[in-house]
């Protein structure tokens, strides 16, 4: 099944859903989710897309990632630890789908990643997720964060991320304090969450995993917004209980598989259209 080139990827889904009918979908489909992502978080993100209800396949092999892309509901491409292989294996999935995230994990800092990043994003990934400071080098703004972690806050990649949105046609997700999604017509911020998720690795990258998985039964904006919402009510309801950064891993988890559609109240988010110059 070598070179794999399908006359017609998997194409968006069209619905536009709120998060708890988003949940609703996924809980009902339970999404083939296919992940390349970092060796770090590989576990901790296969258990998040388990507990929420999605199904989880780290197919990130070259002559098999693309065939697979071609029947997965969703796939992450996840920059952190970007292998040969991996490499090879991301040229596939974006030939295969248009169901795919781009989460540029540390671009601008490291040459092999940040071009790699540029080359995938002129293949049209649906949405593209990650901290500030990685949305702002992608764009040509800023020169990335502190190796994997971001220096520069949400709200100021909110200009960079609506013009990224506008010229390349990809939804574009912000995490933070405030988690930003726009598709450059429109901005939903996200607040809630807990910094507890960013002293546990896989934070960013199981939410790239996630916006993934909610691909496979909504539209990217949907898609994005519901995975946000998920995880900051997620993180709140094992911040709650944990007595640190070991213990939220575990309770997070455990709420991700016990939350409801009921519990993803739209009111939370703020949503604004805008203008950008096109
Ligand atoms: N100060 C914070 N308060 C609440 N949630 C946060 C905070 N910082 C980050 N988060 C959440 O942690 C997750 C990971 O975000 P972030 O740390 O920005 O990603 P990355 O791991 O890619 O750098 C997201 O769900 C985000 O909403
Ligand atoms: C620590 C590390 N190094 C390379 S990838 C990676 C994981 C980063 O994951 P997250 O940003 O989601 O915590």
Do not use: K, Y
């Amino acid at each position: 099944m070598a070179h794999v080139h399908p006359a017609h990827p998997m194409p968006l889904h069209a619905a536009h859903l709120t998060p708890a009918e988003a949940l609703a979908a996924l809980r009902a489909a339970a999404p083939l989710t296919q992940c390349i992502t970092n060796h770090v978080v590989t576990g901790f993100t296969a258990n998040v897309l388990l507990a929420l209800g999605a199904s989880a396949a780290m197919v990130d092999i070259p002559d098999e990632a693309g065939a697979f892309a071609g029947v997965a509901d969703g796939v992450l491409v996840n920059l952190g630890t970007p292998t040969a292989e991996q490499r090879a294996a991301a040229r596939e999935v974006v030939a295969a789908t248009d169901r795919w995230v781009l989460d540029p994990v540390a671009v601008g800092t490291l040459p092999v990643r940040t071009a790699l990043a540029h080359e995938l994003l002129a293949h049209g990934p649906a949405i593209v997720r990650g901290n500030a400071s990685e949305i702002l080098a992608l764009a040509g703004a800023g020169g990335g964060g502190r190796g994997v972690d971001a220096t520069d806050g949400p709200e100021a990649a909110a200009e960079t991320a609506m013009r990224l949105a506008a010229e390349t046609g990809a939804v574009v997700a912000v995490s933070g304090v405030v988690d930003l999604v726009t598709d450059g017509r429109e901005v939903v911020r996200v607040p809630g969450g807990s910094p507890l998720l960013t002293r546990v690795t896989g934070g960013g990258c199981s939410l790239g995993a996630t916006m993934a998985a909610f691909l496979g039964v909504c539209a990217p904006l949907s898609a994005a917004v519901a995975a946000s919402l998920v995880h900051a009510r997620a993180a709140e309801v094992a911040a709650a209980g944990a007595d640190g950064p070991g213990s939220f891993a575990v309770r997070f988890l455990d709420a991700l598989a016990a939350l409801e559609p009921a519990d993803l109240d739209e009111a939370r988010l703020e949503r604004r259209m805008v203008e950008v110059a096109r």
